[in-house]
Each structure stands twice: as structure tokens, then as C-alpha cells.
């Protein structure tokens, strides 16, 4: 009698000989593509994009936290190789979605990416397989729209036959302390046994493994984690509101409470949400609440304070030209950063784009530089800007000059030396900016 299933996979995963492949090669997908390579499994990135599946072929990384000697190394192992061909998925053991999961400008979820995987993968579907989806969305997701299109397509039953599980991604750009690796790996499947064999893949490779007792828990713990990050964020947007209508530093406020030594826990305001999940999955978990007749109210009102927030940077820039005699209109604004946090290139949904095309719609002559993006774009309004040369030189001829994003490699010395006039949307400029005249802060 053949061994089951189960049995076969549990041995393929433990021994490493399972085939691997990752669907979706992007900030999540190629990180996890080469965690599962270095734990010695084969792995087989597939990406639409021809340009990204060329570059890791030759070796070379275009996500700033996996570096292109690692790359390299796996693909002279053999260990790691990546493909535009999704019939590559009918030697798969181990499958890991890794697609977007953006929200239409209506505001629900777009889960055309997790769609089209799904029906990519499902010709190729064969017994003994696992596939976990690590894209952000609603409780449900796995449940209700990938296992009846999987178990349709080719007469397998899960949990049996084949093996479904969700597994949040928790990937924070460019930080060195928690990686792929070490961040505790959330698994939940769609039986018991799914479970199991997902955690046990995902136990080869990284370092925890915290199994839950179905998909719609892991998949709520996601968006309970951003929640709680979108929420708080809000609240200290708000009470930089406050603090500006009291004439109160908002920052000295926030490190003197930082100092109580329990029951808080420090956030900081900014002009605004930036990233792939902070600004967008809180809002899948609305979506589905309102489908079950009940509003999300902590989300909705934490979604209206941090949407508004480019709109009070702007207010701050029009302020401070104000008081030195300057309209917006024909003012040159040099914008500093454009990736939605400091030190990475991770442009999506950053505010830097709502912050320029508001003074840009205001007649503002906009500048802007970043050390890790040349150039920048916004898709719905038409416009496109390179990256300035010479930033001591754009830094003296602004008007003003508008701290979006606080990158490391800045020399806040010189631009508070060389600047007309500064609005510090992020506090970059610390103690240096202590009651300095040519200084606004948020």
C-alpha cells in the first residue's frame, strides 16, 4: 500500500528534498524565497516580471534587505533560481503565495493578485502538495475563495489530498534586528493536519513557529497587529493636532511620557501612513465588518485623522511661508525623502507623494531628493520628478525645505546651516532644531 499523502510530504519537508517554490517575488517573496534557499530546500521563484526574474538569475537583488551576494551564492549552489513560467508549479511540493493585496480607490479590497495566483497554480495542483497564502487580507480569505477553487480544479480533498494554510508575512523594510528568519512565524490551516505540515515546512527555514487553530485566526492576528499600529498612530497624529492648537511641543510630550516605565508604549506623528500593510489592512478588516453590518469605529476614525495628516504638514508649509512674507504659489520647495520611512526605498503609499501634490495643486515649485530613489511618480495625477544632484546647492535655493522622511544619511547640520526655512514634519532635526527661528516642526 502506498504511504499517504501526509506521510510522503512530512518526509520531503524534514529531509529538505521537497521542491519549493515562491509565487511572488517581491519585498515578501524574495526574502522568504531565499530563507527556505539557505535551509537547503530548491527554490523556484516565479514573478510576471521578466526584469526581476533576469536579475535574480544573474545573481543580483533589487529588495534592499536581501543582499545580491547571497543571491548569488545560492544560484551558483543551485539552490535558488527564478521563472515567468507557472507550469514550473507541477514539480512543486511547498507552494508560498506572495502577492499584492492593494485597495481599489473605493476603498475594498483588490484581491485580483491572489485570484489570479490561485487560478495560475490550480492546473498544477497534484497530491502532496502544501500551499500557504502570506497575502494580507480579511478573515476568510482561504477559507472562502482559495480552497474551493483549488479543491474544484482537481478532484483533491484538503487536508487529505493536499494542504492549505495561511501565514501572515511580517516583514518590516530594512530593519537588521527582526528578519525573515527570527520574527516568529504565525501558521493556521484549514484542518488540523494542514496545520501541522505548513508548520513543519515553515519550521525548516525559520526560527519560531507559532501554530494557530484555523486560517481566520491567523489571518485576524495580521490585521489585529497593523490595527494596533494604524490605531495608535492616529492618536498621536491627533494629539500633534492638539499640541500645535496649544502651542505645546508635541515631541517633548511624547519623550517625556516615553519615559513612564510601564503601560506606554511610544509613537510617534509624521505627515502621514506610508507602507503595504499599516495604511491598507486595517481597512480590509473594515470592509468585512461592514459586510456583517458593523462599523469599525477605531479604524474608520484613526483612517480619517491619518489620511488628513499631508493636509496638516501643507497647512505647516503654508504657515511657515506666511510668516516670512512668501506665498505657496511660486515658492521653490525642496521635499527631503519620498520612501514612506526613513532609510529604505519602499515608495508605496508613501506620503511624500500626498504632501508634493498637494503644494504642487497650491503652484509650488517642487524639488525633492532621496538617497535610495532617483525618481519618483504619481500615477493618478500625471506628474514625475527626478531625484536633485546636488543637494547643498538645492538645500540654499529652496524657499523651504520640507522634511518628509528621515533617512539616516542626511547631514541635518548642513541643511539646518544652509536653509531659509525648514518644516520638520518627523523631528529629524532633534535638539538641533530647539527653538531655532527658521525651524517649524509638526
Known sequence: MADKPFNVLMSRLNDHSAR???LGLGYVGLPLAVVFAEAGFKVV???PVAEKVAMINRGESYILDVPSEQVQRLVDKGLLRASTDFSELQFADAVSICVPTPLRKTGDPDLSFIVSATEA??????????????SSTYPGTTREMLLPRLE?????????????????ERVDPGRKDWTTYNTPKVVGGITPACCEVSATWYAQAVKTVVPVSS?????????????????????????????DRLGVDVWEVIEAAATKPFGFMKFTPGPGLGGHCIPIDPLYLSWKLKSLNYNARFIELASEINTNMPR???????????????????????VLGA?????????????????IGLLMKKGAQISYHDPYIRHIEHEYEGWHLSCVDNLVEAVREADCVVIVTNHSAYDYGMI???AQLIVDTRNALGKLAKNHPKVVKL
Do not use: W
Open 215 to 243: 486560517t481566520e485566526v491567523a489571518e485576524m492576528a495580521k490585521l489585529l497587529e497593523n490595527t494596533f499600529r494604524m490605531i495608535n498612530i492616529g492618536l498621536v497624529n491627533e494629539l500633534a493636532i492638539m499640541c
Open 416 to 418: 539646518l546651516e544652509n
Open 152 to 168: 474544484s480544479c482537481c478532484g483533491l480533498k484538503v487536508g487529505e489530498d493536499f494542504f492549505l494554510a495561511f501565514s501572515p
Open 45 to 47: 521563484g516565479i514573478d
Open 121 to 134: 497554480l490550480a492546473p498544477y495542483m497534484h497530491s502532496g502538495m502544501v500551499i500557504v497564502l502570506e
Open 20 to 22: 519549493v517554490s515562491i
Open 312 to 334: 496638516f504638514a501643507v497647512g505647516k508649509v503654508q504657515d511657515a511661508l506666511n510668516d516670512h512674507g512668501k506665498p505657496v504659489k511660486g515658492s521653490r520647495i525642496l
Open 339 to 355: 520612501a514612506y520611512k526613513a532609510d529604505i526605498d519602499d515608495i508605496r503609499e508613501s506620503p511624500a507623494l500626498d504632501v
